[in-house]
Each structure stands twice: as C-alpha cells, then as structure tokens.
C-alpha cells in the first residue's frame, strides 16, 4: 500500500490569481486604451455599452485598484506563503488601441515593476496574455476575431511581451477559458452580435 502524501512537494506553486480586468483599475491611466472589460456596466455576462455612459458604475474602471496597490497586496500575499501568483496582461496597457506601432512604455513599466515585486517576494508570475482584455478598438475597426488581421496584432503584443520580460516570467498561458468565445463571445472575445 501506498503512503498517503500528507504535504505537497518542494516545487508545488501555491498560490492565487486575478485577471488584470478585474483588478487593475486604473482605467485610461498612463496610456491605457479602452479594452472590450470596460463596457461592461453590471458585469461581464450583461448588456455591453459600445459608449462609455458617465452616469454608470463600471466595475472595471476602478476595481480593487490592483495598479496602484499591487505592493501591498503582494505583502499580504507573501505572508500565506504564496509561491506563484497568476495574472493577466491588459494589451490595451501594452498596445492601447491594439494595432498601434510602438508599445507603450508606461504600461510596460508597470509590468516590469509587478513582475519584479513578486520575484522579490518569492512568487513565480503565471502570466495570461489574453482574459477578456481585447482592445477595445480592434473590435470596432476589424471585428474582433473574425480578422485574421488580429493575429498579427496578437503575435506582436505576444512578442513585446515575451522579449520584456524574458528571465522574470517562465509560465504563460494563452487565452483564459477559450471556450468561453463560443459561450460569452462579448466578453471572452470582443465579438458583439447587434
């Protein structure tokens, strides 16, 4: 008979995870572009405003303020003994609108800076490129996903990211719950039926 495993192993990543879109906030802030997350007034699986209405609550737009937070959560984080933390990238920080030539250097900034404050406290970055963050301006200039125009735009934003911050993040996943396209298309991929 087998001896039952009562701990986990050495290299076993404990740990938590959020979604940029869920956490950041900080929504325009440092050349932040509009990502598909931001319309959503009552939620992801609720009625999408193509305008943001002044008059709404966005959950996204503020969120638990992750973006200028981030320090002290990791402090709170590191004290359960995490050893990996996931989260997202939001493109629409890295390429505001999406196609955009040049990356923005204060969204890349940010990532260095949380990326490196988690290697400081122990944690291994677990990093989605893609979780409901689609730039909002892809949706509306090419269809979103429909455009094969898209991958371009996907495998530029993959490489900035992956060149930027090779050596402090080893673990990337691609898109969170994929299926999700099929199911809450808005949400999961910025394709919006009228």
């Known amino acids: 008979m087998q001896k039952v495993q009562n701990h986990f192993p050495p290299d076993f990543l404990w740990g938590g995870a959020i979604a940029a879109n869920q956490a950041e906030g900080a929504y325009l802030e440092d050349g932040k572009g509009l990502d598909i997350s931001c319309g959503f007034a009552h939620g992801i699986k609720h009625e ?3 305008v943001i209405d002044p008059n709404k609550y966005y959950p996204t737009h503020e969120a638990i303020d992750f973006y200028h937070r981030y320090k002290e959560d990791l402090a709170l984080m590191e004290e359960m003994h995490f050893k990996a933390f996931r989260t997202s990238i939001n493109w629409s920080r890295i390429y505001p609108n999406g196609d955009d030539e040049e990356p923005n250097e204060a969204g890349l900034k940010y990532y260095d800076s ?5 290697r400081k406290r122990g944690m291994e970055p677990v990093v989605t490129l893609s979780h409901y ?7 509306e200039k090419y269809g979103s996903w429909r455009s094969r125009e898209l991958i371009r735009f ?3 934003y993959c490489e900035t990211v992956f060149t930027r911050y090779k050596g402090k993040v080893n673990y990337w996943l691609t898109f969170n719950e994929l299926n999700n396209m099929r199911r809450m298309p808005g949400g ?3 394709i919006f039926f009228n």
Do not use: I, Q
């Open 188 to 190: 999961a991929g910025g």
């Open 48 to 50: 999408y405003d193509a």
């Open 133 to 139: 963050e689609t730039p909002t301006h892809l949706v």
């Open 114 to 118: 949380l990326f490196d404050e988690m």
């Open 154 to 156: 996907f495998l530029r």
